[in-house]
């Protein structure tokens, strides 16, 4: 009795509701993004990414030191972390990886799967297949 007497009152409240809580992960993630820009500087970024272009060139050492992550506290290595965690799953997937480049700069390319691969191998210590934030870190810092 009780319940049905709730039911009802609460249902289109809750659909609202939950529609609108997905948009959250997205809103968070954007605002993520936006402290990548005030965590490194743009001048950095530029030249980091400039520095890859070619295929096959990627050395993630070189581009963490370059963009100047090397530096950072363990705060701001969260938040970059965060930026490039797209789907918000806690981990740096491998085709989340693949894009990390537009994590930092939207003109970033795709790095090659021989590329994506090598940097996964190098981040993923506990061989899960993906980059959780201590190994990300570890790895800025190596
Ligand atoms: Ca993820
Ligand atoms: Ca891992």
Same mark, same amino acid.
Request: aromatic share 10%.
């Given at each position: 009795? /009780?319940?049905?007497?709730?039911?009802?009152?609460? /249902?289109?409240?809750?659909? /609202?509701?939950?529609?609108?809580?997905? @948009?959250?992960?997205?809103?968070?993630?954007?605002?993520? !993004?936006?402290?990548?820009?005030? #965590?490194?500087?743009?001048?950095? #970024? !530029?030249?980091? #990414?400039?520095?890859?272009?070619?295929?096959?060139? $990627?050395?993630?050492?070189? $581009?963490?030191?370059?963009?100047?992550?090397? @530096?950072?506290?363990?705060?701001?290595?969260?938040?970059?972390? *965060?930026?490039?965690? =797209?789907?918000?799953?806690?981990? #740096? %997937?491998? %085709?989340?990886?693949?894009?990390? *480049?537009?994590?930092?700069? @939207?003109?970033?390319?795709?790095?090659?799967?021989?590329? @994506?691969?090598?940097?996964?191998?190098?981040?993923? !210590?506990?061989?899960?297949?993906?980059?959780?934030? %201590?190994?990300?870190?570890?790895? =800025?810092?190596?």
């Amino acid at each position: 009795m /009780r319940a049905s007497a709730f039911s009802p009152a609460c /249902r289109f409240p809750y659909g /609202r509701h939950s529609r609108r809580s997905l @948009t959250v992960p997205g809103d968070a993630h954007r605002a993520a !993004k936006m402290a990548m820009k005030d #965590i490194l500087k743009a001048d950095d #970024i !530029k030249k980091a #990414i400039d520095a890859f272009k070619a295929a096959d060139t $990627f050395d993630h050492k070189k $581009f963490f030191e370059m963009v100047g992550l090397k @530096t950072k506290s363990a705060d701001d290595l969260k938040k970059v972390f *965060l930026a490039l965690d =797209v789907d918000n799953s806690g981990f #740096i %997937e491998e %085709e989340e990886l693949k894009f990390v *480049l537009k994590g930092f700069a @939207t003109g970033g390319r795709d790095l090659t799967d021989k590329e @994506t691969k090598a940097f996964l191998h190098a981040a993923d !210590k506990d061989g899960d297949g993906k980059i959780g934030m %201590e190994e990300f870190a570890a790895l =800025v810092r190596e």
